[in-house]
């Protein structure tokens, strides 16, 4: 009896170590949110993209929220067959407590798209994605754009 005991306690550590190397890092939950925008922009889907673009959105342009998602959905609008293409990403998280995390990623980001017949390179280089550096905070299990430099 005692052997059953021991062996089953030893299964379940085993098991709780599998299942905690298993589950997504804060890296691992940043890298899916940008890859989930980009495949939203690319699908054009405006709730899809809204879910991971912060309210308070402001980049170093001077660009803020409203102006961003009206630009988006222009390009919604007027633009067919978008491709979203992410190159060299790096991230890093700031600071991770219960809810709140903030978090940084690095990336190349290349964005084209079909204006009537015309394929066009919209955002990025032609070679290379354009570096972009976007900061991140967690809202709920979902990790949003905040600000951006490029």
């Known amino acids: 009896m005692k052997k059953y005991v021991i062996?089953?306690?030893i299964v379940l550590i085993?098991?709780?170590i599998i299942l905690l190397k298993c589950a997504p890092t804060e890296?691992?939950?940043?890298?899916?949110?940008?890859?989930?925008l980009a495949r939203n922009v690319q699908n054009e889907s405006r709730?899809?993209?809204?879910l991971?673009?912060?309210?308070?959105?402001?980049?170093s342009t001077g660009l803020v929220?409203?102006?961003?998602?009206s630009m988006l959905m222009n390009l919604y609008v007027e633009w067919d067959s978008i491709h979203v293409?992410?190159?060299?990403?790096?991230?890093?998280?700031?600071s991770s407590r219960s809810e709140r995390a903030w978090a940084r990623c690095s990336l190349g980001v290349k964005v084209w798209a079909k204006f009537g017949p015309d394929q066009a390179l919209v955002f990025g280089?032609?070679?290379?994605?354009a570096p972009v550096m976007a900061y991140l905070r967690k809202n709920g299990e979902t990790y949003r754009v905040y600000s951006a430099i490029y």
């Open 125 to 129: 280089g032609v070679i290379k994605g």
């Open 47 to 50: 709730a899809g993209t809204l």
């Open 7 to 9: 062996i089953a306690v």
């Open 65 to 69: 929220y409203p102006d961003l998602i």
């Open 85 to 94: 293409a992410l190159s060299d990403m790096k991230v890093w998280i700031d």
């Open 14 to 16: 085993i098991t709780v």
């Open 52 to 59: 991971y673009l912060d309210p308070e959105y402001r980049d």
């Open 27 to 36: 890296k691992d939950k940043v890298a899916r949110d940008i890859k989930a």
